[in-house]
């Protein structure tokens, strides 16, 4: 049960902080952090070409939610998943391509489970590729030409991200551009919650959309079941890396 006074913001908070302990390894990163270091300190940021920065560092974000979840609303310059393993990926894997190269790939879902599963295959699939805190940045290099390792981290999620849309300190200009239709690319005020145990974790103000009590179920079990599975993989990319050493 919520508390009576508690906000949805306040709700929001507790339960990703409660998702991102389950990924210890994938650094987390909080909407409000993301908004302020990109749009109040930078006006002129263009997030429509996804260039949002976190303490002056390029980020790549990355929207692992479902086709129908995206269709709904999308923070603005997200990729989805699929776009990032077809066509980013590959980029990031050429040790040839250096240019505009993102420092951090920034993974969001609703509130933090499902980005922090892909983050974690991430880190795991693709260690040197890939790290899981700044010290990469400065005191380790890889053979990808002397490349840094790009930090993968997770967001609390786009419901946390809607409701610092809907705080006090944030200007009516934040309000009008960052949370987007994505088949139009104009401003939406509907955001979709899953499931309505996560209906509670959003503004009011919003317009929440969430699956049918049917869909709901069997997502669920895909969920499960990607966990199981990411749990699989990262045990036996964890036996390789020990076998190569």
Known sequence: MTAINQSASEVATVTSHKYHELFPEVAPISSQKLIEDTVL??????TSENQWDIDGKRILLVDVRSPPERKVSMIAGAISLHEFNTN????????????KLPQSVVMYCTI??????????LLNEHPTLFCSCDACDENERNNLNGRSRIQ??????ILPFAN??????????????????P??????N???????SWKNCLDETYEAVMFSKFEFS????????????CSSCCFSCRGKVNKSR
């Open 41 to 46: 300190k930078n006006s002129n940021a263009d």
């Open 88 to 99: 980013v990926l590959p980029n990031l894997m050429d040790t040839s391509s250096c240019d």
């Open 112 to 121: 933090g489970y499902r980005s922090g599963l892909e983050g974690r295959k």
């Open 152 to 157: 993968i981290r997770n967001l609390d999620g």
């Open 164 to 181: 610092a849309l809907k705080s006090p300190q944030q200007s009516a200009l934040v309000l009008n551009r960052y949370l987007v239709d």
């Open 183 to 188: 088949s139009t690319k104009k401003p939406t």
């Open 190 to 196: 509907k955001v979709h919650v899953y499931g309505p």
């Open 218 to 229: 069997w997502r669920g079990l895909g969920v499960l079941f990607r966990s199981a599975q």
